[in-house]
């Protein structure tokens, strides 16, 4: 999880997980949703460490669209199980009242970023 948006190039990480991977086994990658480049970052007490941005992380390099990770696990011999924005639906549905009610906090933001969905997934299968 959040590890390929750190990277040049994910296509060899991607090839030896798939390598390591047994007959039937599954990977899953998750990584920062592009569209997060147009986001605002997170302003006030305790958000010191909320990427809410893309690139508040000084060491993401670059978005990796779900396509793109598709097509890696694709090249590297993986089957697609599915792929989609990744949430987490109790915090997407504090959102509405942690905004209301506590507005630039850490709860607020981490509520924020489920409720946007800030991060997509792809899950990928060395078929048996």
């Known amino acids: 999880m959040h590890v390929v948006e750190h990277l040049e ?3 060899g990480l991607i090839t030896e997980a798939a390598r390591l991977l047994r ?13 997060t480049v147009n986001l605002d970052s997170a302003r006030g007490n305790g958000t010191e460490h909320v990427t809410v941005n893309f690139f508040d992380d000084k060491t993401h390099i670059r978005p990796v669209p779900s396509r793109e990770l598709e097509r890696y696990c694709a090249d590297a011999g993986l089957s697609r199980i599915a792929s989609g924005t990744s949430r987490n639906l109790i915090f997407a549905a504090a959102f509405p009242l942690l905004y209301l009610t506590r507005p630039r906090t850490r709860a607020r933001y981490v509520a924020q970023l489920h409720f946007t969905g800030w991060s997509i997934y792809t899950e990928a299968t060395r078929e048996a």
Do not use: A, D, Q, V
Not at 23 to 32: K, M, Q
């Open 9 to 11: 190039s994910p296509s």
């Open 23 to 35: 007959s039937g086994g599954r990977l899953y990658i998750e990584t920062p949703h592009p569209k």
